[in-house]
T-cell receptor, first 110, second 113 residues
Framework: GQQVMQIPQYQHVQEGEDFTTYCNSSTTLSNIQWYKQRPGGHPVFLIQLVKSGEVKKQKRLTFQFGEAKKNSSLHITATQTTDVGTYFC??????????FGTGTRLTIIP | DSGVTQTPKHLITATGQRVTLRCSPR?????VYWYQQSLDQGLQFLIQ???????AKGNILERFSAQQFPDLHSELNLSSLELGDSALYFC????????????FGEGSWLTVV
């Protein structure tokens, strides 16, 4: 079936360290979206990537879409306590269904 | 505030009962999605409606049903509830289909006892 795998499931980092989460699909994606869910909150849209090899930046966050449009990554530079939460990728396989990855829960050690 | 409104925010009910969760999408959004999130679990897609019609179906149990009304609000009906149905149910909306940004409501916490 059409699944999006996301690793790692959990990540604990010292404040100021970098963080990366990865998403992989067995089939080509039309586009991929990233969401952040703060503890006790709801998922909030961060960004959408559409083009092969696309790279987008939002301040300390860098999003990449693989050349084959089967994988994506989110990299946070110099993490801060406000980065705490679960980061989800969500892949669109060209149908109406947005398939979410399992999420990476980021905790920051002050 | 995403503009998506869900009620109730919290609900406690007994096994075997039936509940209805309600969602009002953002103004102008035609698509409504329902997701289930269990404790420490990811987001499981249940179903999507677009302008009143079912557009996509995910892992939705036969005991669950949904609909989108002419005013575009949606309801998720959960029947013959089991303990395992306890979860956070999110409604989300978008202007069009899944290629658009999806805006989530704050969710409805369902606890089945």
């Amino acid at each position: 079936g059409q699944q999006v795998m996301q690793i790692p499931q959990y990540q604990h980092v010292q404040e100021g360290e970098d963080f990366t989460t990865y998403c992989n699909s067995s089939t080509t994606l039309s586009n991929i979206q990233w969401y952040k869910q703060r503890p006790g909150g709801h998922p909030v849209f961060l960004i959408q990537l559409v083009k092969s090899g696309e790279v987008k930046k939002q301040k300390r966050l860098t999003f990449q879409f693989g050349e084959a449009k089967k994988n994506s990554s989110l990299h946070i530079t110099a993490t801060q306590t406000t980065d705490v939460g679960t980061y989800f990728c969500a892949g669109n396989f060209g149908n109406e269904k947005l398939t979410f990855g399992t999420g990476t829960r980021l905790t920051i050690i002050p | 505030d995403s503009g998506v409104t869900q009620t109730p925010k919290h609900l406690i009910t007994a096994t075997g009962q039936r509940v209805t969760l309600r969602c009002s999408p953002r103004s102008g959004d035609l698509s409504v999605y329902w997701y289930q999130q269990s404790l420490d679990q990811g987001l499981q897609f249940l179903i999507q409606y677009y302008n009143g019609e079912e557009r996509a179906k995910g892992n939705i149990l036969e005991r669950f049903s949904a609909q989108q009304f002419p005013d575009l609000h949606s309801e998720l009906n959960l029947s013959s509830l089991e303990l395992g149905d306890s979860a956070l149910y999110f409604c989300a909306s978008s202007v069009g289909g899944a290629g658009n940004t999806i805006y989530f409501g704050e969710g409805s916490w369902l606890t089945v006892v």
